[in-house]
């Protein structure tokens, strides 16, 4: 009798967890997807909709051009004689920048400057044409303008409202004869207008150009030249042509 009744209970026991199994395994596979479904969307309404992050863009904008007109150029060059130098200046200094904005600050793709030579003057005439004949003539008696040429200085800093240092290297023709040269710049944004003023310092070396330091009376002039420049406020302008 009690095996019998060990062998009935087993069979009550299987049969009960047969039908348990056959009622809550459609029941579980039915609940679950939408179970699922309701804590994704209060987890969407909890932290808002999900949108791309736009990431920081420093793309370069439109080109825009300056014309400066009217820019400053002094000169200052050391002589053997203690305490003695030479200066000189210039207000007629052309230039044509080719530039891009970015957030960070502005590219200079293309830079071109000339300064007639005929415009530099020292106080002293006699002086003048010394310099003129002996620093400046190419040898076929012609008198080039002076010309600089840069290209792809990027100048970070330079926004609204600040100044940033931003150095600008190139090619200085002097007389016909190319060479390397750089311009340490300053350049200044307008606070509440797209206006740019720029400053700068370089130094020339006369040998660079196969030009001998000039002498006049027992008086040498040193070898390298200071040369500074001014560039006044103006204002850049969309680019709707090639470079100069």
Known sequence: MTAFCKFAASLITSALARVTLEIFLPLTLFV?????????????AQSGPITNPEPASDELSKAETMVIEHGTVTFVVTTNVP???V?????????RVLMHRAQQGVTLERVEAWLPVKTMTTGIALR????????????????PDLHFEAGNASCAGVVAGHEAPCTVSGNLTIRGVPHDF????????GATAPLLRASGDGLVKLSDYGIEAPTQFGVKT?????????FPETAATAET???R
């Open 182 to 189: 750089a311009m340490a710049l300053k350049i200044h944004e």
């Open 222 to 230: 040193a070898n390298e030249v200071h040369v500074h420049i001014e």
């Open 32 to 44: 679950l997807p939408f179970a699922g479904t309701l804590l994704m969307t209060a987890a969407h």
């Open 128 to 143: 003048d044409q010394h310099m003129r004949q002996d620093i400046f003539t190419a040898s076929g008696a012609d008198v």
């Open 87 to 95: 200066k000189g200046k210039s207000e007629a200094l052309h230039a």
């Open 83 to 85: 305490g003695l130098s």
């Open 241 to 243: 042509g090639g470079a």
